[in-house]
């Protein structure tokens, strides 16, 4: 499939979690949704989008500590956002149960406390882990922050496009497959598990 060599969507998440994706810290999100989408739940209109990093409502105690310095504080949201990564989702999974985020422990950043947190917000609405392939843009582009991308939403269309041609994959691709693979597995392996 030919992808365009300009994005201008973005996919909020906090920035500690973009900056693990760009380091090849991690291969995964987790979405369930935000206040301004359809009955409150994620949907994946895009599965090529840039990392747009959000400070809103990022918490350093839901980090794993070893992962802390990821975490910068900004106390409300900056007025410039640096664009640095894009990301295609390989694959989508319905979380059914914690125990299936528990077995990947060791493959993100995030604290239990953190995961238990997202299962239980708004319960009737599942909870997707999406894996992804990130890529590092040869230069990282500085946008301004304007109001429409404010709020609790997990899209926002930017006022530009962002080049990607020339951007490099956070982590080889053999390696990928491998986590993928390991991430896979695990959290079919929890389901049967007692």
Not at 151 to 164: D, K, M, P
Request: contains cysteine.
């Amino acid at each position: 499939m030919l992808y365009p060599e300009e994005l201008g969507v973005g996919l909020k998440e906090w920035d500690s979690v973009c900056e693990a994706l760009r380091q090849g810290r991690q291969i995964v999100l987790l979405r369930k949704g935000g206040i301004h989408e359809s009955g409150g739940e994620f949907e994946l209109e895009f599965r090529r989008f840039l990392l747009f990093p959000t400070f809103l409502h990022q918490d350093k105690s839901m980090l794993k500590p070893e992962h802390h310095e990821l975490f910068q504080y900004s106390g409300s949201e900056p007025t410039k956002i640096q664009i640095a990564s894009y990301a295609d989702v390989t694959d989508i999974v319905r979380i059914e149960d914690a125990r299936q985020i528990n077995a990947i422990d060791k493959y993100h950043i995030w604290t239990p406390g953190l995961i238990q947190m997202r299962l239980e917000y708004r319960p009737e609405n599942p909870l997707y882990l999406l894996l992804v392939r990130t890529f590092n843009l040869a230069q990282p582009v500085t946008i301004d922050n304007h109001p429409a991308y404010a709020g609790c939403r997990s899209w926002v269309g930017l006022r530009q496009t962002i080049n990607v041609k020339d951007a490099s994959p956070a982590i080889d691709p053999a390696t990928h497959q491998v986590y993928r693979d390991e991430i896979k597995a695990k959290i079919r392996a929890a389901l049967r598990e007692e």
